[in-house]
């Protein structure tokens, strides 16, 4: 069976960075969309011409996913030609699962009526929370009206599967206030949830306030509690956790998300897009100028796709060629936190050419006695209730 790939497509436009955000994000360059999305287009047809000998395979791209940024920023006219350039380089399977993030303050009926039209069949809304001072504090555009209102406009233009992000373990946040806004959201009936706990990144002005005191820092137990909430009332709502910061009702899973997790192919185009393909996990220049003048520069756009290996194109500033040691601790560390599914011995064996158990039989053992991971069916392992609290205390033991 050949492979399926995805495709990861970057927007880094936003009309306010949140001080919270630590993604390749820019606001205040809205003027460079149009370039952008010309440039876009450059990349995917310069990695279009590169790709004939796995099309030639059969392989075919089955799901497809706008990040940011806010890529509803784009209009209608440049999603067109930006799915006009995809469908004339690559093959499209007849359902492919194509999600679009969105901010709850950016859309409009008739702005996500065409967005259906032109064969976005999937939402995703940074909602983060539903209280009013918190999204004050997140710096977000939007109110929870924004939200109720950005929910009945998908569902009039024809959204079935639509997911809502949100955010807990804020400073100040209590549990009363996060149960609040999780009841609020099962209100909506999304088809999909995403939930993460706060992060102060480095280099972020909620960084940098925490840093000196000017922020409170979120209280760790504070934040398990609220998660384990959230995963009872979810569960009790019908909602089954197939990833450790997802929920799904069932046959709503993330197409494009497992294909991360399950360790398969993607390919990214875009200012910091990262991807997995041909053996490279590779990623693109950041800056937005910097990625056009890559691909408008006639000394670059001259140079054939052969100069480069397949996926690379000249956006690209990083790659590195996986071994199979790479490829063998990624496979762990993204397959365990799928909840339901884990990690399988026959899957193992089937891509690496070994049990997995000769390579890991240490740290698995190990994990079994801390009750980090447990035992699923057959010879799948995954890990446990308390292990999603520890996350990174299993990860680490495969880097």
């Known amino acids: 069976m050949t492979p399926t790939y995805s495709i990861y497509i970057h927007i880094p436009f936003c ?21 952008y999305a010309g440039a876009l287009c450059k990349e995917i047809e310069f990695a279009g011409r590169s ?35 995809l469908r004339e380089n690559f093959t499209l399977t007849a359902d492919a699962e ?19 039209r032109i064969g976005i069949n999937r ?13 004050r504090m997140l710096e977000r555009v939007h109110d929870f009206f924004d939200v109720i209102e950005a929910v009945s406009s998908a569902r009039k233009a024809g959204f079935h599967n639509l997911n809502l992000d949100l955010i807990y373990g804020l400073p100040e946040q209590t549990l009363a206030t996060w149960q609040t806004t999780v009841n609020r959201i099962l209100d909506l009936h999304p088809e999909h949830l995403s939930a993460y706990a ?18 409170p820092l979120p209280d760790p137990d504070l934040a398990a509690e609220m998660y384990e909430w959230l995963s009872e009332t979810l569960e009790a709502n019908g909602y089954v956790q197939y990833e450790i910061s997802n929920w799904a009702k069932p046959g709503y899973e993330c197409r494009h998300n497992l294909q991360y997790w399950r360790g398969l192919p993607y390919l990214a185009f875009g200012a910091g897009a990262h991807g997995y393909a041909n053996g490279y996990r590779y990623s693109n220049v950041l800056r937005i100028k910097t ?18 290996p397949f996926p690379l194109t000249p956006t690209t500033i990083n790659h590195h060629k996986q071994t199979l040691e790479d490829d063998m601790s990624e496979f762990m560390m993204t397959g365990l936190r ?9 899957e193992f064996q089937g891509r690496f050419g070994q049990p997995m158990h000769n390579v890991y039989g240490k740290e698995i053992d190990e ?10 069916t057959g010879s799948n392992i995954k890990i446990s209730q308390r292990g999603r609290l520890l996350g990174n205390q299993v990860f680490m033991r495969f880097v």
């Open 15 to 35: 009309t306010h960075r949140c001080a919270y955000c630590d993604f390749n994000t820019y606001a205040g360059q809205e003027t460079l969309i149009p370039a």
């Open 98 to 116: 194509i999600t679009i993030e969105a901010n709850p303050g950016t859309v409009s009926y008739e702005g996500l009526i065409e967005l259906r």
């Open 338 to 346: 799928l909840t339901q599914e884990g990690v399988s011995e026959e």
């Open 51 to 85: 790709s004939s000998r796995w099309e030639a395979e059969g392989d075919e791209i089955h799901t497809i996913f706008f990040g940011g940024g806010t890529p509803s920023l784009l209009t209608p006219e440049q999603f067109d030609s930006i799915f006009k350039t």
């Open 367 to 376: 994990l079994l006695k801390l009750g980090l991971i447990e035992n699923g």
């Open 123 to 135: 939402l995703s809304y940074g909602v983060q929370s539903a209280n009013t001072e918190e999204l």
């Open 198 to 215: 706060l992060t102060l990144e480095h280099g972020t002005p909620f960084g940098r306030w925490a840093s000196k005191g000017l922020l």
């Open 291 to 308: 990625y056009i003048d890559h691909l408008t520069n006639s000394s670059v756009t001259n140079y054939q796709s052969t100069n480069y």
